[in-house]
């Protein structure tokens, strides 16, 4: 028995019988493109966009410039749910102006 097959062979009996492929009628390129019509896009309505929930936590500071001296209490806004980011975030805000600032309280908006 011969062991060789040849590479139609192999094909033949992987995929089976062939068929010839269908002829293909010819078009040509400047028939295909006489039909087409350029429109433009239509614009979408904007849609009102509900506005997300943030997490805010408010921060209560104590802040002064003298030491034992005259303070003020101010209000600062964080984004965030940490409450130990929200009050680094406050104090330093609050350094920028004041030299000694004290946290008073954190309390979740």
Do not use: W
């Amino acid at each position: 028995m011969n062991t060789e097959l040849t590479e139609q062979e192999m094909r033949r009996a992987l995929f089976g019988q062939a068929e010839p492929p269908a002829p293909v009628p010819k078009s040509y390129k400047h028939d295909i493109f006489l039909d087409v019509v350029v429109e433009e896009p239509i614009k979408a309505a904007k849609k009102k966009v509900s506005k997300r929930f943030t997490p805010r936590l408010k921060v209560t500071l104590r802040v002064g410039n003298e030491f034992e001296g005259e303070t003020y209490e101010i209000i600062h806004e964080a984004h965030t749910l940490s409450t130990l980011l929200a009050e680094q975030e406050a104090i330093k805000a609050a350094r920028k102006k004041f030299r000694y600032v004290e946290v008073t309280s954190v309390i979740s908006m």
